[in-house]
């Protein structure tokens, strides 16, 4: 291998080829290929760029580094999400079981807190005795027996990607839309799906801050897993402020309850119902469903108690049991300190103050107090009076003074009257491509 003139091809703006991209993922699993030549490539990549087949290619190639799932037998059609991470993301712990009572089969392979989002993995640990750490065949066969699974990846998964994306994390080359599309799809792409949405998120509190940018990344989501054969479809979803009013761990998980018992905020009931939809009318085969019909179906299984029962399902399979609401530190509200309309959130900042509460990490290993958060009381357009609540800091009485202020100076108030904020900016992938919903 001439690693040294591939790395010099790439960084003069070259293409790879097929065989030279799966050349360097063998060798750089084997440990032939050290980190300073693959982080000298990965900086490459990071200003060049790669063309649609170097991405695919690599997601490839990434993908065949570990284990896929196989479903001998199973007769449910497999789906899945993805979503670019963003404040008060709870939309998973919804869906995973709506799309089990919808009647099909959800792997769901998640994270854990990245920056300043929390993970859905130690979201779902703020429920006494939830085991997220499974194998392989322990999610197959809760797939089998439940319907759904809500997990962290194995180490069989893509062992190229938990080696690249170490590597990435220290060499500033994680914003690299190319590099994303591998990584993400690397181990997604494992679980064997039939259907997958992506969930690109942009905004003060999304990873991707322009809605350019988001756009870019979703397209590239959605071709490449096209490509790999799963038919994709990507939302481009509003993270200007968090989704629904909690953001935090035990908090976030009774609201995503709430939305699952036929209640909770509209916005985290809305997208679920439209990611819903958008992977259920993209499955092979699937004679077109209306999709107006089918959020009316998928409505009436949160209201009916249908999702519900699958996510108590889901709790006792994975060594749980939902009892009821889970404990919440004590509530001190942050009041504005003026009248005026609600301009903007720096949502972004809303999850670095719950990771000062330690509702998140800042360290590998940091244990998590699942019981701060915070409850966002004001949205973007809302009219507010001076001494009016704009949210409820959740969290330890000695805690309050260090993040009050803080808090407060998120929200940016205006004299002049605010436009709501859309849901969806736009549909991304399929023939019912669209711009600039709400
Ligand atoms: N999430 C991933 O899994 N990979 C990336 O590169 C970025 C976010």
Redo the contacts with the bound molecule.
């Keep these: 291998m001439k690693i040294v003139e591939w790395i010099a091809q790439k960084r003069d703006g070259g293409a790879l080829s097929d065989g030279q991209i799966s050349e360097i993922v063998t060798a750089y699993c084997r440990g032939s290929l050290p980190d300073y030549q693959m982080a000298a490539l990965a900086m490459a990549i990071y200003f060049q760029g790669m063309k649609h087949d170097e991405v695919v290619s690599l997601t490839r190639h990434m993908l065949a580094s570990g284990a896929l799932f196989d479903w001998p037998g199973l007769e449910r059609p497999l789906v899945d999400k993805h979503s670019?991470?963003g404040i008060g993301d709870k939309i998973s712990i919804v869906l995973a079981p709506l799309l089990s009572a919808a009647g099909m089969a959800v792997p769901m392979i998640s994270?854990r807190g990245?920056g300043a989002t929390g993970g859905t993995l130690d979201k779902l640990e703020s429920i006494p005795g939830f085991q997220v750490n499974l194998s392989m065949e322990q999610i197959r066969r809760q797939v089998d027996d439940t319907g759904c699974v809500i997990a962290g990846a194995s180490d069989e998964i893509a062992p190229a990607?938990r080696r690249l994306?170490a590597l990435?994390d220290v060499t500033a080359t994680?914003p690299s839309i190319p590099?994303?599309t591998a990584?993400?799809l690397s181990?997604k792409l494992a679980e064997g799906l039939h259907a997958l949405v992506f969930d690109v998120k942009t905004g003060s509190g999304a990873?991707m801050k322009s809605v350019d940018r988001a756009a870019t990344l979703a397209r590239s989501l959605v071709t490449v897993a096209t490509e790999l054969g799963v038919p994709s479809r990507a939302l481009l979803t509003d993270m200007n402020q968090p989704t629904g009013k909690m953001v935090g761990n035990a908090n976030e998980i009774n609201e995503a309850v709430d939305v699952l018992q036929g209640g909770g905020p509209p916005d985290v009931r809305a997208l679920t119902i439209e990611l819903a939809v958008a992977v259920l009318t993209m499955l092979p085969g699937s004679n077109r469903p209306d999709p107006l019909a089918l959020s009316r179906q998928l409505a009436g299984l949160l209201d009916g108690g249908a999702a519900m029962e699958r996510f108590e399902r889901m709790c006792q399979a994975q060594g749980a049991n939902w009892t009821g609401p889970l404990p919440c530190a004590q509530r001190h509200a942050v009041i504005a300190s003026e009248a005026g309309w609600i301009e903007s959130i720096n949502a972004e900042e809303l999850g670095w103050i719950v990771i000062e509460l330690k509702g998140g990490r800042t360290r590998l290993g940091d244990k998590l107090d699942h019981s701060t958060g915070i409850e966002v009381l004001a949205r973007i357009g809302d009219r507010i009076e001076r001494g009016q609540p704009l949210a409820m800091l959740i969290c330890h009485n000695d805690d309050k003074g260090r993040v009050e202020q803080r808090l407060a100076d998120a929200f940016q108030i205006g004299s002049q009257v605010v436009d709501v904020v859309p849901l969806i900016h736009a549909v991304i992938g399929g023939d019912n491509e669209r711009q600039g919903t709400s």
Excluded: A
Aim: net charge positive; proline share 0%.
């Design positions: 670019t991470g994270g990245l990607d994306y990435r994680v590099l994303i990584s993400i181990k990873f």
